[in-house]
C-alpha cells in the first residue's frame, strides 16, 4: 500500500484568469501565488481549510464546455470536486446569495448536497453534514442502513 499522509492539491483547467479567481475568492480561496499562469504553471490558491487548488491555463480549446460532464460520451478524467460543507443550509444560502447557480441537488439520509460549476464549468459537490458520501454509497449498494 502506498503510504499517502493526506490530500495535497488538485489541479483545474481554466479559460478565464479573471473569472475563474474571482469566483474561487467569492468561496473563500485567496491567491497565494501566480506559478507563470500564461505558461501554461498554476495560480495557486489555498482555502482557510487548508484545500489548495491550482488553476491551470489558460484552456485553448472547449472554453465554457465540461467534456467529462456536458456531453453524452463519457471520457475518463476527473470529473468533480466535492467539498464537505459545516451547514448545508447557510451554504445553499451563501451560493444563492452570490448568484451562483446551483445545478444539481441530492439528499440521500439527511445529508444534503449541492452542485455548482465554476466560469469553466467544472463541478463542484458542495456535501453538508452527515456520514461521508463514500460511507453513503456503500450503504446504499449493500443494502445496509
Same mark, same amino acid.
Given at each position: 500500500?502506498?503510504?499517502? &499522509?493526506n @490530500?495535497?492539491h *488538485?489541479? *483545474?483547467r *481554466?479559460s478565464?484568469r479573471?473569472?475563474?479567481? $474571482? %469566483?474561487?475568492?467569492?468561496?473563500? @480561496?485567496?491567491? #497565494?501565488?501566480?506559478?507563470g499562469y500564461?505558461n501554461?504553471h498554476?495560480?495557486v490558491?489555498?482555502?482557510? !481549510?487548508?484545500?489548495? #487548488? /491550482?488553476l491551470?491555463g489558460?484552456? +485553448? @480549446?472547449?472554453?465554457?464546455? /465540461?467534456?467529462?460532464?456536458d456531453e $453524452? !460520451?463519457k !471520457?475518463?478524467? *476527473? =470529473?468533480?470536486?466535492?467539498?464537505?460543507v459545516?451547514n448545508?443550509? $447557510? +451554504?445553499?444560502? @451563501?451560493? +444563492? !446569495?452570490k448568484? #451562483?447557480?446551483i =445545478?444539481?441537488r441530492?439528499? %440521500?439520509?439527511?445529508t444534503? =448536497?449541492i452542485?455548482i460549476?465554476?466560469?469553466?464549468?467544472?463541478?463542484?459537490?458542495?456535501?453538508?453534514p452527515?456520514?461521508?458520501? &463514500?460511507?453513503? #454509497?456503500?450503504?446504499?449498494?449493500?443494502?445496509?442502513a
Open positions: 500500500m502506498l503510504d499517502i &499522509a @490530500f495535497d *488538485i489541479g *483545474i *481554466i478565464d479573471q473569472k475563474s479567481v $474571482a %469566483f474561487y475568492e467569492t468561496l473563500g @480561496f485567496e491567491l #497565494i501565488a501566480d506559478g500564461d501554461g498554476p495560480l490558491m489555498l482555502h482557510p !481549510s487548508g484545500i489548495n #487548488i /491550482n491551470l489558460p484552456a +485553448t @480549446f472547449n472554453q465554457g464546455h /465540461n467534456v467529462l460532464m $453524452a !460520451s !471520457s475518463p478524467g *476527473i =470529473t468533480h470536486l466535492a467539498l464537505k459545516r448545508a443550509e $447557510a +451554504t445553499e444560502a @451563501f451560493v +444563492t !446569495s448568484d #451562483i447557480a =445545478t444539481g441530492r439528499e %440521500f439520509r439527511g444534503k =448536497t452542485f460549476r465554476d466560469p469553466d464549468r467544472n463541478v463542484l459537490e458542495l456535501v453538508g452527515g456520514p461521508s458520501v &463514500a460511507d453513503l #454509497i456503500a450503504e446504499h449498494v449493500h443494502g445496509e
